[in-house]
């Protein structure tokens, strides 16, 4: 049985009566311990998707289950990491790591958390603000808030999209060294070809409007890839 399964989900956003499309008839499944990408042009609903994963927003219809049960945040641990990192800007970088924890959530025992922190190179951060952070500090303060909560899913949207070469490359293998330590299922949104091979065994290609998988790959090589997205790009409309 999949870990992981999604089967005909659809999502539509409404304002007034104004109702726009976002994702249509999305269906697939992912074994335990395995990190997928998604990837695809921008606009084709790969937030969106992680967006109904965690629970931020439901779906027009379909179905998600996750170790055999209706997904529910509530139940599974379900990280997400987004864009932005989801730092709160009034507590320091400890507090933030620990703010599952304080929440009532599920977490690893204090020997792991700083095995998780020590390994991100975070201990001598620990009493900092987000704003007295760096973007490859305040993501790393992000990965270890998430790691740190056991979870059954992990959502990772572009975490690395935001940094310079150097820290963006530091911060990937990092990232891969810890989840080498602590497997999880992962979803990581990329529109990084290289970055998407290097992470993950599968690839999802999401395009169109609204989004649809266009491909699915698995042990795949970034000129495959780079292959599918060149359709994708041309089928979304866009110019690759």
Not at 100 to 107: F, K, M
Request: charged share 20%; net charge negative; aromatic share 6%.
């Amino acid at each position: 049985m999949p870990y992981l399964e999604i089967n005909a989900l659809s999502l539509d956003y409404t304002s007034g009566k104004q109702i726009t499309p976002a994702l249509r008839d999305i269906s697939f499944s992912l074994e335990q311990g395995l990190i997928c990408a998604l990837t695809g042009p921008s606009g084709g609903g790969k937030s969106s998707l992680l967006n109904v994963l965690s629970g931020v927003i439901q779906p027009t219809s379909g179905s998600i289950t996750l170790a055999g049960e209706p997904i529910n945040p509530k139940r599974h641990q379900i990280a997400l990491v987004p864009q932005s990192y989801g730092l709160l800007p009034w507590k320091t970088a400890y507090e933030n790591i620990l703010l599952p924890e304080t929440l009532g959530r599920r977490s690893v025992s204090r020997e792991t958390r700083l095995e998780i922190i020590e390994s991100l190179g975070l201990q001598d951060l620990l009493q900092r603000y987000p704003h007295e952070l760096s973007g490859g500090q305040c993501q790393r303060v992000a990965l270890a808030r998430a790691f740190g909560m056991q979870p059954d899913l992990l959502l990772l949207d572009e975490p690395f999209s935001a940094l310079d070469v150097v820290t963006c490359e530091r911060s990937r293998q990092l990232f891969l060294d810890l989840w080498q330590r602590y497997p999880t299922t992962t979803l990581l949104v990329t529109h990084n070809p290289a970055e998407a091979t290097a992470l993950s065994s599968r690839a999802l290609v999401i395009g169109g409007k609204p989004g649809r998988i266009l491909c699915n790959l698995s042990d795949y090589e970034e000129s495959e890839l780079r292959q599918q997205l060149s359709k994708a790009y041309t089928y979304s409309g866009y110019e690759a």
